[in-house]
């Protein structure tokens, strides 16, 4: 018996017991941090655990490659990527040249490149590149706007001690992803550099580049927000995901507490977080993604599929994503038959009881992972949408279609 033939009801009773194990790729976040300090510690890059994301691996190969004497570097998509090596760069006197997609080049870089420039680079932003001259940076008090993203920051903060002078990082009011910014203060503890913060300044208290006894590498909680959402969507279905922490350092980690509004229950048995869903008294959920992005597609589709009404809030920078995320949803959704809005104070809304149509969908994802991710999962319970290039997901997950055909293998 097919999913499109089974009834709802009979198929959550006859998959209610059954488990299935995920073996999530480790933290990008995490590791290309981790990879920025271990090469400026002169330590191994071999020594960090390596995600399977292609943003880390092209981190990695940007750093082999600096370390052999090359002086051009392909970043291909990877943001993080991209600012923590133009910082890097900019840093180290030489001519540089690091190489990008079209696609990478079209966000938002100048607050970061300007920031540089002031402290004694050259950078050149071109459609498809970026060329530095990179100098001894002055350092001392640094306004860093992060109302975009908080890479800007993390990247300064990473080269903190190649300064001149120990800088004071000046904090505006409107943080964005800021929980990322308390990641890289962690990482750069490890490898003996410190930080404090004093009222609105982030200040550089001392240290150098040491390699770490302990080294650190997390399971990626922003891919396993997409089961979530497939927990939701599948209720009763076990889900198991092997070192998988709530404790975590991760931001993503929040969708331990969100998911846990839709009925999520999670439980750690033997070094794994165990997962399943549960239906819930409906009502309108409201969720706030300002340090926390990467949820809102998750979520936004797991409320979907059940016709669960929401509200978003705090979702300004989502539109500096791979993709402007939120005009994306809401054409997708739309072709769909589901209706969504946002109101003058920037709040998205999906009302709920909205039935996604039967027709065939077929799902425009700009080229943007998060969006791929979070409608094929949609698309495991209702086939009619379907995804055309999923190539895209080796960004943060080449093992995502791998890992839903083996899921749908499970319950067929």
């Given at each position: 018996?097919?999913?499109?033939?089974?009834?709802?009801?009979?198929?959550?009773?006859?998959?209610?017991?059954?488990?299935?194990?995920?073996?999530?790729?480790?933290?990008?976040?995490?590791?290309?941090?981790?990879?920025?300090?271990?090469?400026?510690?002169?330590?191994?890059?071999?020594?960090?655990?390596?995600?399977?994301?292609?943003?880390?691996?092209?981190?990695?190969?940007?750093?082999?490659?600096?370390?052999?004497?090359?002086?051009?570097?392909?970043?291909?998509?990877?943001?993080?990527?991209?600012?923590?090596?133009?910082?890097?760069?900019?840093?180290?006197?030489?001519?540089?040249?690091?190489?990008?997609?079209?696609?990478?080049m079209k966000r938002p870089h100048n607050l970061l490149a300007d920031i540089l420039r002031a402290q004694g680079a050259d950078i050149q932003l071109t459609p498809n590149s970026c060329?530095?001259?990179?100098?001894?940076?002055?350092?001392?008090?640094?306004?860093?706007?992060?109302?975009?993203?908080?890479?800007?920051?993390?990247?300064?903060?990473?080269?903190?001690?190649?300064?001149?002078?120990?800088?004071?990082?000046?904090?505006?009011?409107?943080?964005?992803?800021?929980?990322?910014?308390?990641?890289?203060?962690?990482?750069?503890?490890?490898?003996?550099?410190?930080?404090?913060?004093?009222?609105?300044?982030?200040?550089?208290?001392?240290?150098?580049?040491?390699?770490?006894?302990?080294?650190?590498?997390?399971?990626?909680?922003?891919?396993?927000?997409?089961?979530?959402?497939?927990?939701?969507?599948?209720?009763?279905?076990?889900?198991?995901?092997?070192?998988?922490?709530?404790?975590?350092?991760?931001?993503?980690?929040?969708?331990?507490?969100?998911?846990?509004?839709?009925?999520?229950?999670?439980?750690?048995?033997?070094?794994?977080?165990?997962?399943?869903?549960?239906?819930?008294?409906?009502?309108?959920?409201?969720?706030?993604?300002?340090?926390?992005?990467?949820?809102?597609?998750?979520?936004?589709?797991?409320?979907?599929?059940?016709?669960?009404?929401?509200?978003?809030?705090?979702?300004?920078?989502?539109?500096?994503?791979?993709?402007?995320?939120?005009?994306?949803?809401?054409?997708?959704?739309?072709?769909?038959?589901?209706?969504?809005?946002?109101?003058?104070?920037?709040?998205?809304?999906?009302?709920?009881?909205?039935?996604?149509?039967?027709?065939?969908?077929?799902?425009?994802?700009?080229?943007?992972?998060?969006?791929?991710?979070?409608?094929?999962?949609?698309?495991?319970?209702?086939?009619?949408?379907?995804?055309?290039?999923?190539?895209?997901?080796?960004?943060?997950?080449?093992?995502?279609?791998?890992?839903?055909?083996?899921?749908?293998?499970?319950?067929?």
């Amino acid at each position: 018996m097919s999913l499109c033939s089974m009834g709802h009801r009979a198929y959550q009773e006859l998959h209610r017991q059954s488990s299935f194990i995920v073996d999530l790729p480790l933290s990008k976040s995490i590791c290309n941090r981790m990879l920025i300090c271990m090469a400026l510690a002169e330590g191994d890059l071999q020594l960090v655990p390596l995600s399977s994301a292609d943003d880390s691996a092209h981190l990695y190969q940007m750093l082999v490659d600096y370390k052999s004497g090359k002086t051009t570097f392909q970043a291909h998509n990877g943001a993080a990527g991209f600012r923590f090596m133009m910082a890097l760069l900019s840093a180290k006197k030489g001519q540089w040249t690091i190489e990008a997609s079209e696609q990478l080049m079209k966000r938002p870089h100048n607050l970061l490149a300007d920031i540089l420039r002031a402290q004694g680079a050259d950078i050149q932003l071109t459609p498809n590149s970026c060329i530095i001259s990179g100098s001894e940076l002055t350092g001392g008090e640094i306004e860093v706007d992060i109302s975009i993203s908080s890479q800007y920051l993390s990247a300064l903060m990473l080269i903190a001690p190649l300064m001149k002078s120990a800088p004071q990082f000046i904090l505006p009011l409107h943080k964005v992803s800021f929980p990322y910014v308390s990641m890289t203060t962690h990482v750069l503890r490890d490898f003996g550099v410190e930080f404090e913060r004093i009222g609105k300044k982030l200040k550089y208290k001392e240290g150098i580049f040491e390699i770490p006894v302990v080294i650190r590498s997390e399971k990626d909680w922003s891919s396993a927000a997409f089961w979530f959402e497939l927990a939701v969507l599948f209720q009763g279905q076990k889900f198991i995901f092997p070192e998988l922490f709530a404790e975590s350092l991760q931001p993503d980690s929040k969708a331990n507490d969100y998911f846990g509004e839709m009925g999520i229950i999670s439980q750690i048995q033997h070094e794994s977080l165990v997962v399943s869903g549960r239906p819930i008294q409906k009502k309108t959920l409201q969720f706030d993604m300002k340090h926390c992005p990467d949820l809102f597609l998750p979520l936004l589709l797991a409320c979907v599929g059940l016709g669960q009404e929401v509200k978003f809030c705090g979702i300004s920078h989502l539109v500096y994503k791979e993709s402007n995320r939120i005009a994306l949803a809401i054409k997708n959704l739309s072709n769909m038959n589901v209706q969504c809005s946002i109101d003058e104070s920037g709040t998205f809304f999906l009302s709920g009881d909205q039935k996604i149509s039967e027709e065939e969908t077929i799902i425009d994802h700009g080229n943007d992972h998060r969006m791929a991710m979070a409608f094929g999962i949609l698309s495991v319970r209702f086939p009619q949408i379907k995804i055309p290039d999923m190539s895209c997901v080796k960004k943060s997950y080449p093992e995502f279609e791998k890992d839903i055909a083996a899921f749908k293998q499970h319950i067929s």
